[in-house]
């Protein structure tokens, strides 16, 4: 059964979030705003929606792979997290990680939404942890 998430129009002037094909994991999200972000630069962008995501699910923001491969605009919180208590606009904030200025126009689609299961744990304190080949190597542990 598919999931139905409540959402709230803020902008009547731009369409819901979609998805572009039927095998599109992501929802676009659109800018309700003009704004021109600088190389280096990053924003805070308002979509124009607000949600209603269940109690055990979150909203992903991430970027859009097209912006991100032609001109190095990405998701500075990739990705970003949407609480199912958050009822406020849906907000992206992009970078420029570009050497160019990028303008985005009203309308545009800026990123995506993607709807995942949430599992809640509980901690347990300990004072050692189970043994491991890799133990504590971290970045770069295994040549890469």
């Known amino acids: 059964m598919q999931l139905t998430i409540k959402i709230k129009k803020l902008d009547v002037s731009l369409p819901l979030p979609h998805y572009q094909t039927e095998g599109s994991a992501g929802l676009d999200l659109y800018a309700s705003e003009d704004c021109i972000l600088d190389s280096g630069d990053f924003k805070l962008i308002p ?4 949600l209603e995501i269940p109690l055990g699910y ?36 992009l970078f420029n990680f570009g050497k160019e200025k990028f303008e985005i126009k009203k309308g545009n689609r800026i990123a995506q939404l993607i709807i995942s299961k949430v599992e809640k744990v509980n901690l347990k304190e300990v004072k050692e942890l189970k043994v491991t080949k890799r133990e504590d190597g971290g970045f770069g542990s295994t040549d890469y």
Do not use: C, M, Q, W
């Not at 859009?64 to 992206?92: H, Q």
């Open 47 to 50: 979509t124009g929606v607000a």
């Open 58 to 93: 979150e909203g992903e923001v991430r970027a859009r792979s097209g912006l991100a491969s032609k001109f190095g605009i990405g998701v500075l919180n990739s990705p970003g997290t949407i609480d199912s208590d958050y009822r406020g606009e849906v907000k992206v904030i």
